[in-house]
Every structure is written in structure tokens, then in C-alpha cells.
């Protein structure tokens, strides 16, 4: 197993390790990224009409100040020659809520592994797909009854093509900016729960 299955073996299993132990905070939200048009001689900072937009939907698993959890995101357009085209991103990360998750004012940093890609609908045609690492900086406002709103800041590191395949890579910028607009709550795993208190029982008696 090379270096890259290495990593993303390790974050998957994180995550599932995660999910099954938890018994604190599950978030999902709904989310926008704004992608900088790798092309383009702007600023980062500068929006315009050639800049990527994905759609999709977000879910973190959170205890105590850790939280794992992956997104997927896509864009619908049209290209130059009037073909219907797919762009694709799918992460899975690991976030560090740097005052909790339950706080009014919520940072956070983290890291991950993604996959994007684009291939042109209707025959499969055109598909370039890449893995790569990022990092991420952002923040929540988390009001009353569970709901939250806040926006990320994420820089891809490298970019890594498929292993095993000769699949060419897309031109990927190097930035993102997200804003997402979801809700949080509280879970238990029921086997857990079920351990403990089978466990009391047996203690008290």
C-alpha cells in the first residue's frame, strides 16, 4: 500500500471509529463553495462569472472538541461546445473546534482528504478526476434550538492523481471559500448506552 492509500485508509477508519464511539454532537448542513477560476489573474478575493460554484451537503460527528465528517458537493454547467458537464468534490476531514462545538462563537481548523473531479453527462466522456490534502480555517455562529451558520476558508496542498489508473487530472484551483446553514443534535449510540447500563445493573445488584 503506497503513501496516499495509507492516508486515506487512516481517515477513513478515523471517522467510522468516530461515529461508532460517539455520544456528543451530529451537525448536518446544507453548502455553497466558491471555487477561484484556476485561470483566472484575479485575486482570491474577487468573484466573476467564470468561478466555480458547488452545492451540496455536509455532516460532522463531534466529541468534545474533535469532529469528523465528510462533505459532497457538485456543479451543473454548460461547456463551450454547449455539452452538459458534471464538476464533483467529496472530503473527509478532521476538525478541532478550538473553544467547543456548543459555543456562541465556534472556530475551528482542520484537515482532510478530497476527491474531485468532471466528466461530461449523457456518455461518460471527458473524465478527469485527482485525490489531494487541504487544510481549512473557519467558523460557526450557533444560536438557539440547534441552528448554526458559518463559512470556511480551504487551501488544497498538493494534488495526486487516482492509483491504479491513468485517469488525467482536472486543473483544480488552489482555494475555496464555503458558507453552510444547518443544524445540530444530540445523539447517543445505542450500544453504548445499552453496555453501560448493563453494566450498572450488574454493579447494583
Known sequence: MNRKSTILAFIILTISISTLTAHDTIRTAGIMTWEKNSSSNTRPS?????DKRYWGLETETIHSQTGTGMDAL????????EFSMLDWQGQLFMRYHLIGARSFLDPY?????????????GDGEELQMSLYP?????????????????????CRLDEWIIPGTVIP?????????SFNVGFSYNWHN???????????HYHFD
Open 46 to 50: 474577487d468573484l466573476n462569472d467564470e
Open 74 to 81: 457538485v456543479n451543473f454547467y454548460t461547456d463551450d461546445q
Open 109 to 121: 481548523i482542520e484537515a482532510g482528504i478530497g476527491n474531485a473531479g468532471t466528466v461530461r453527462l
Open 134 to 154: 487541504f487544510i481549512s480555517a473557519g467558523g460557526n455562529i450557533v444560536f438557539h434550538e440547534g441552528f448554526y451558520a458559518g463559512m470556511r476558508w480551504s
Open 169 to 177: 487530472q482536472p486543473e483544480l484551483a488552489q482555494y475555496q471559500v
Open 190 to 200: 445505542p450500544f453504548l448506552t445499552y453496555s453501560h447500563d448493563r453494566h450498572n
